[in-house]
Each structure stands twice: as C-alpha cells, then as structure tokens.
C-alpha cells in the first residue's frame, strides 16, 4: 500500500515549457487534490476532484489544467510554465465517510521555473 | 466565509519544555479538525483528528490536541518536546462530505538545545 505517490519529485524548466505533474492513489479514495505551497502562504488549492469524472477550481487555478483520468490518478498540467509557478506542489487524496474522512498527502514535487 | 487561523508563525522552544500550537477556527458548524506535521523537505503527515466524541484526542508522536467548542479551537500540546519536533505545523478543518479542507498558514517550530 504505496498511499499517494507523486512523479517527478524535482523538475527545473524554462519559462513557456509545459510539463504533466502525475499523482496516483491506491486507497480506493474518490476525492483527490492538487496544493501547492509556498513560503508563509501556507498550502492554497489549485484543482480538486470531488469523484471521478469530475473536476473544480480551488483557489489558485489560473495556469494549471487537471484531469481525473481514473479513479486512481489525477494529473496536474502547466500549459506554459512561469517564474510565478515556482513551488512544491501536493497531491492528496481522501474518501469522504464518516471518520475514515482524512486526506493523506503524496511526498511533493518540487518545481522551479526559470 | 470558512477559516482556520494559526496565530504564530515561528514558535522557539528548549529541548524538553513543554509546546502549545494555537488554532481557531471559524466554521457555521463543528468542522473535522486535523493537525499536520510537515518535516523539511517532506510532504504533510497526519498527526491527529477530532470528529466528535471526547474533546481531547490523542495522537502520534506523543502529541494531543484539545477540541474547545467555546473558544473555537483545536490547540496542539507535547509535554516534552524533542529535537526531532522541529518541522511546520499546520492545523486544517472541513465540513465533512466533499466539501474542501481549508489549512492555516503553519506554525514553524524550531527547538532549541
């Protein structure tokens, strides 16, 4: 039982490159999220998937495009990256029943753009 | 609109002293109540979790957190912190269901010798 996993876990690119941050689940959860964090902001919700086959907007959502290609696994795509979307980016999973309803997180990917 | 507030940014303790991380919350219900730890360079662990029921819950790494409905708070305590405490904290909260988790912004622990 792997929890979340995330790939890559470093990436460096260059201003207007895009790249697909991967996130997979193998906790049978039906919510998954994309988070990213940075320095005295704390975390701030970019994407979410309540169930599979859907998708939302958090709070930071411009610049970033998700798919919910399966239950399991919910990518994150940057179109044409910018110094701005220099973070590390959490992908995190949860099943909303009762007191299993706890979201777990995956290790990180951390992203510089330069 | 739903919050979770974490008041300190940097807290400093000694080896061995007794810790305390402040949450308040502002939900129109009893939300879930969650306490994160998050070391350098790792991604968030689960330290404990209040959903009802007895309002002192215990948790990993001999930390317990105190659910106060009157105050709106979940506190974070250790009795006898370890070096191996420093890391960021981050208290969150939802509603149950499929409604989003909100964090605070973190509480940076450092522990002195």
């Known amino acids: 039982n792997a929890g979340v996993t995330q790939t890559p876990k470093f990436q460096v690119l260059k201003t207007g490159q895009s790249m697909t941050l991967q996130c997979a689940q193998d906790m049978n959860h039906n919510s998954m999220y994309w988070y990213r964090q940075d320095p005295g902001m704390g975390l701030r919700l970019i994407y979410y998937s309540a169930s599979e086959g859907t998708t939302d907007k958090g709070e930071v959502p411009n610049g970033y495009n998700v798919s919910r290609l399966n239950k399991r696994e919910f990518s994150l795509r940057l179109e044409s990256a910018a110094p701005s979307q220099t973070s590390v980016y959490f992908c995190?999973?949860?099943?909303?029943?009762?007191?299993?309803?706890?979201?777990?997180f995956g290790p990180g990917t951390r992203l510089t753009v330069l | 609109a739903q919050s979770v507030t974490q008041p300190d940014i940097h807290i400093t303790v000694s080896e061995g002293a007794s810790l305390e991380l402040r949450c308040n919350y502002s939900?129109?219900?009893?939300?879930?109540l969650f306490w994160y730890v998050q070391s350098p360079g790792q991604g968030l662990q689960l330290l404990l979790k209040?959903?009802?029921?007895?309002?002192l819950v215990q948790g990993i790494k001999g930390f317990e957190a105190e659910f106060k409905r009157s105050q709106s708070s979940f506190n974070l305590r250790k009795p006898s912190v370890h070096w191996s405490d420093a890391a960021e904290y981050f208290c969150a909260a939802h509603s149950g269901g499929y409604q989003k988790v909100t964090f605070g912004i973190g509480t940076k622990l450092q522990v002195i010798p």
């Open positions: 939900y129109g219900a009893t939300p879930y």
């Open positions: 995190a999973s949860r099943h909303p029943k009762g007191e299993g309803d706890t979201q777990y």
């Open positions: 209040y959903f009802s029921g007895d309002t």
